[in-house]
């Protein structure tokens, strides 16, 4: 057993983030400024987007793209059951109906066909999410959303780095989308918290930048810069969704590693999936379409409980025993008291995504991961599975 706790996942910070924070706290302007500007403009060029627009969460960023694209009450927006909650709850605060199409047993993301069959007259947008950072399939999901004139809102949370078709995640796919990321200290870069939407729709990125800021037709930096002007208009009933400036210095650090960091994440994927690949009691995650590029946000074998004898919650429990962290990625969404309750999902209306719900464990994960560490999380997998 390990001396130490080796936790399921643990930001990796510069010391040159650090200093930027720093220089961002003694200057006094730490709230949205000049460095969240230049994180924004950064990120933009990244993945191809004409507008990125630093928030404050994910979360956030979902909820400001259903409002910028108009969708609210008495419209559907289909998605997945394997994902975190607030995919379906910023559907639910603006209005909007959730509406839940199975996954794919084996990739673990939405199933197009399924998408399909789950439209309806009040159909407005679809939301995949690129699970764990395996790109779902844009090509069949665009075409439905062409053929029934759909918004398209990609829940990129897992997805930075990752790439469908040569396309990375986050690129324009036309005027009706969005893409949405998390910088949670848990993904592939981290603010603390944070999130980023990135569009080409010019009148959505403008609405977006006006509701994270109250609605205001000007944010603080225009208005208390030295030659700013105090006066502003409230545009639209807005939020209060904006980036800091202290958060924004670490994630213009971050997307300066973020491929060495994700290149490390493909190095500790290969020797899980090379020492564990022969264990019948685990089933791990496939391999990637060479066509496309995974981000290896979360490695989720399942569990086979069994072939093995124990659950997946008894298997976490022996890993903790053995010093290693594991996590649960996700329970599926349609059996949470709330959404059972309010939309009448239950047991059977979804069974892939209940299979893998009961089965699915996320193990260690990080960067700053060395070898060793890789080691005793192999170890511990093989002495517990046998």
Same mark, same amino acid.
């Given at each position: ?161 990752? %790439? +469908?078709?040569? *396309? !990375? ?6 005027? #009706? $989308? ?7 200290? =848990? ?72 491929? %060495? +960091?994700?290149? *490390? !994440? ?6 899980? #999936? $090379? ?7 685990? =089933? ?103």
């Amino acid at each position: 057993m390990r001396n130490d706790f080796l936790p399921f996942a643990r930001p990796d910070i510069s010391e040159e983030a650090i200093s930027d924070v720093v220089d961002s706290l003694r200057s006094g302007w730490i709230t949205t400024g000049p460095k969240a500007i230049r994180f924004e403009r950064s990120f933009g060029e990244y993945v191809g987007s004409p507008w990125a627009l630093a928030v404050n969460s994910a979360t956030a960023g979902l909820h400001l793209a259903l409002l910028a694209f108009g969708i609210g009450p008495g419209d559907e927006v289909i998605t997945t059951p394997m994902t975190f909650a607030a995919t379906v709850n910023t559907i639910v605060w603006v209005g909007a109906k959730p509406v839940l199409a199975d996954i794919d047993p084996v990739t673990l993301n939405i199933d197009p066909f399924l998408i399909e069959k789950a439209v309806t007259p009040k159909t407005r947008a679809i939301i995949p999410v690129h699970f764990a950072g395996r790109p779902c399939n844009m090509d069949a999901i665009e075409a439905i959303a062409r053929k029934y004139g759909l918004v398209i809102i990609e829940d990129a949370a897992h997805a930075l780095g990752a %790439a +469908f078709r040569g *396309r !990375r995640i986050g690129a324009p796919l036309g005027e #009706r $989308h969005a893409a949405v990321f998390s910088f949670h200290p =848990t993904k592939n870069i981290t603010t603390g918290e944070g999130g980023m939407v990135c569009t080409a729709n010019e009148d959505a990125a403008e609405k977006i930048s006006i509701l994270r800021q109250h609605g205001m037709s000007k944010g603080a930096w225009n208005r208390y810069a030295a030659r700013g002007n105090p006066h502003y208009d409230i545009l639209f009933p807005g939020l209060k969704y904006n980036m800091l400036d202290i958060q924004a210095a670490m994630g213009s650090d971050q997307m300066k590693h973020l491929e %060495a +960091f994700n290149a *490390r !994440r493909r190095e500790i994927v290969d020797l899980y #999936r $090379h020492e564990l690949g022969s264990l019948s009691t685990l =089933t791990l995650p496939p391999a990637v379409d060479p066509k496309d590029t995974h981000s290896w946000h979360i490695f989720t074998p399942l569990v086979e409980t069994d072939r093995l004898g124990m659950s997946r919650d008894e298997f976490m429990a022996k890993m903790r025993e053995n010093n290693i962290g594991t996590a649960l990625h996700y329970q599926a969404i349609h059996l949470f008291s709330y959404f059972a309750n309010n939309y009448g999902w239950r047991m059977g209306d979804f069974p892939n995504a209940e299979l893998v719900s009961d089965r699915i464990v996320s193990l260690p994960l990080f960067p700053a991961m060395n070898d060793d560490d890789t080691a005793d999380v192999i170890g511990s997998v093989r002495e517990i599975c046998g």
